[in-house]
Nanobody, 121 residues
């Protein structure tokens, strides 16, 4: 059974940092594109970062220079390091698996329950 379980969310002040983790189970991890998207009740789903099977990354312009996506394939764990957090980064962050990703293009397959991030000014 495929599962994506996020952790690491929380509340921080503006300028702070968090590291999100996504434990994956049941995926042939090395061959998948994996990533993160975020969502709030007021906004549509927004892609944050993706990393493909070759290690190529795509980072949204809104977080470029502040967020880094990386993975530990031995642990089958995906990470999102978030630095310089801003109030507008407040959202629920979801780990996701993709059938395809290349640059801004992707086909979303599955996602986890999400972990909330709140950034106060």
């Amino acid at each position: 059974q495929e599962q994506l379980v996020e952790s690491g969310g929380g509340s921080v002040q503006s300028g702070g940092s968090l590291r999100l983790s996504c434990a994956t189970a049941g995926y042939t991890y090395s061959s998948r594109c994996m990533g993160w998207f975020r969502q709030t009740p007021e906004k549509e789903r927004e892609g944050v970062a993706r990393i493909d099977a070759d290690g190529n990354t795509w980072i949204a312009d809104s977080v470029k220079g502040r967020f880094t996506i990386y993975q530990d394939r031995a642990k089958k764990t995906l990470y999102l390091q978030m630095n310089g957090l801003k109030p507008e980064d407040t959202a629920k962050y979801h780990c996701a698996a993709y059938d395809y990703c290349s640059g801004e293009n992707y086909i979303l397959d599955a996602w986890g329950q999400g972990t909330p991030v709140t950034v106060s000014s």
